[in-house]
């Protein structure tokens, strides 16, 4: 069950770090908590310690996605569980991030202020995401999609992933 | 509204509360095998001879001037926390003892996580459990009964140089020992009591209310708000009163234990960005956010469960009793409303935004800040802008 697991919150966490890009052109909220994060702002994302995370960096008022790396550098923000189920139950569906973030499960490396904008992010990519029940849940009202989950999921396989230098 | 049923507590402090407790203080750092500590506080205490009560009480030969930095200015900075942190190590000294405020508390934090963590910049260690190392023995010894900084994982450090906020929460924070003695905080006059027990009873209430609520804080926050009920308005009407004191004291530091596990809400979250945005007093912010805050929880059932809990422990059984269940949520909100209400009679603190120099125009920014706190996360339901405007228009 545990590689289970291990598997789907890879491909889920890849999956949201493809989808901060897409849906920046497309989410007001997106654009908004992007607007607060200072520029060249990079955040890494990890199921937990030691894990491989996922890079977004903030540029021209774009989130570019970085793909997986081991132990990045320059990083400004760094999230992750404090274990791997902590992160299945998010990435999952059973949970939101924010009540994951109540519950003391998830450590942050950086400034909680702008960490609390990529909640905001998370939060709603995890929405377009899952399914209509779940995302009601964790955002609390019935919000609408402005690209279906088909389209976003479609979009996020082809997308470009940056090499090179974070 | 989805809820879970896990949840972390943790509370490792040891409490040594009421008149001598300043006595045990040599015991105690025998047994924390600090023999050099570095004394922090301010000038105000040196000047009202609250530093010198403290000197009384350690033994002569174990400190000299150089151990004392009485220059810790009203907000904890990132400055100040690396020069006294470079005097800890000049001395050797091992341990660390924060006589004050938040303020004096929060920079005592910031330099046991440089030290213990053995970092140049402190900004590396901002964030949540960032900190692994062991940590030198901590012991504070509050002077406002308010804050729970005492008991509390958390502390606040101003970067000047880049004029942001830097928030450090961590277990590693919390201190080994809170001396809570009535002889240092005999001094408050009636409008900052007042103005402090307010803030105790925000702690109390938000600890009901956030989203990581369990039974452990709740045990804690009850029990403060027991004490508030029964000891703020008489403390405020005869300030030098010992029992009333030492009783808002254990409040203030239970208070603090039970928002440390289940964190603050949307009532601290705004009260923050006013300070930060409008340059207001924190505590006078938290005095007008608290019934708008209460009155926009009702909404959530979880919210007017948790209420009727304050009703008991501010009101009584008689009264909870002879309140229809629908009603009694409300009735809670009443009785914090009643208190803040004599509160203000008796020593003016404010009921309005407009009061206290918020101005409509900041409004923008305050809720920009307010939903950038953390605590928004921690708040009933899914707080929207729209919500905390709403709140700032019903408090000015």
């Known amino acids: ?166 | 509204m989805y809820s879970s049923d896990y949840f972390e507590f943790f509370s490792p402090v040891k409490i040594i509360s009421g008149e001598h407790a300043l006595s045990t203080l040599n015991y105690e750092l025998d047994r924390l095998h600090v023999s050099k500590p570095l004394i922090l506080t301010n000038q105000s205490l040196d000047e009202m001879k609250i530093l010198d009560t403290l000197l009384s009480h350690l033994k002569n030969d174990s400190i000299n001037q150089r151990q004392i930095i009485k220059t810790i200015p009203n907000q904890a900075t990132i400055e100040i926390v690396k020069k006294a942190s470079q005097r800890y190590k000049d001395l050797e000294c091992d341990g660390i003892i924060a006589l004050g405020g938040e303020a004096i508390i929060d920079t005592a934090k910031g330099i046991n996580l440089m030290i213990s963590e053995q970092v140049e910049d402190l900004k590396d260690l901002a964030g949540i459990e960032t900190a692994h190392a062991d940590m030198q023995p901590f012991i504070v010894i509050p002077t406002t009964s308010s804050t729970g900084s005492e008991a509390a994982l958390t502390a606040v450090i101003n970067d000047e140089s880049s004029k942001r906020v830097l928030e450090f929460i961590s277990s590693k924070l919390i201190p080994d020992l809170a001396v809570i003695d009535p002889t240092m905080t005999f001094s408050l006059p009636p409008r900052l009591t007042a103005s402090t027990g307010v803030d105790a009873l925000v702690h109390a209430v938000e600890a009901y209310t956030g989203l990581q609520t369990n039974p452990l804080s709740d045990a804690y926050a009850f029990a403060a708000l027991k004490l508030i009920g029964q000891n703020l308005r008489e403390l405020v009407k005869d300030v030098n009163n010992k029992k009333h004191r030492v009783a808002m004291n254990n409040a203030a530091v239970m208070a603090g234990i039970s928002f440390s596990n289940s964190h603050a809400g949307i009532i601290h979250a705004v009260g923050d960005a006013c300070e930060k945005i409008a340059g207001v007093s924190h505590g006078d912010a938290l005095s007008v956010l608290l019934p708008h805050g209460m009155f926009y929880n009702l909404k959530f059932d979880y919210c007017r469960n948790s209420y009727q809990d304050i009703l008991i422990a501010l009101e009584g059984r008689d009264k909870f009793i002879e309140t229809g269940l629908e009603d009694r949520a409300l009735i809670a909100v009443n009785a914090v409303v009643s208190i803040l209400n004599e509160l203000r009679s008796l020593t003016g603190i404010p009921v309005t935004l407009k009061e206290i120099g918020v101005k409509r125009n900041q409004f923008d920014d305050i809720v920009d800040k307010a939903m950038h706190n953390s605590a928004i996360l921690n708040s009933a339901g899914q707080v929207n802008r729209e919500d905390i405007k709403n709140i700032l228009e019903a408090a000015f």
Not at chain 1, 43 to 69: D, M, Q, T
Not at chain 1, 90 to 116: P, T
Not at chain 1, 133 to 140: D, L, M, Q, R, V
Request: proline fraction near 2%.
């Open chain 1, 1 to 166: 069950m545990k590689k289970l697991h291990h598997l789907i919150d890879k491909l889920i966490l890849s999956l949201i770090g493809r989808s901060f890009t897409i849906l920046t052109d497309t989410e007001p909220i997106i654009k908004r908590e992007l607007a607060y994060l200072p520029d060249e702002f990079t955040a890494a994302f990890a199921v937990e310690e030691g894990a491989p995370s996922i890079i977004v960096k903030k540029e021209n008022n774009r989130f570019k996605y970085f793909g997986y790396h081991y132990e990045p550098n320059n990083i400004d923000l760094r999230l992750y569980f404090k274990d791997e189920e902590f992160a299945y139950e998010v990435l999952g569906a059973k949970e939101g991030i924010r009540q994951a973030f109540s519950e003391h499960k998830i450590i942050l490396e950086g400034d909680l202020e702008y960490a609390v904008s990529l909640i905001y992010i998370f939060e709603v990519v995890e929405a377009y995401i899952m399914s209509e029940k779940f995302s009601e849940k964790i955002i609390g009202y019935k919000f609408k999609r402005n690209i279906s989950r088909l389209q976003l999921i479609i979009r996020a396989l082809f997308l470009y992933r940056e090499k090179g230098e974070i």
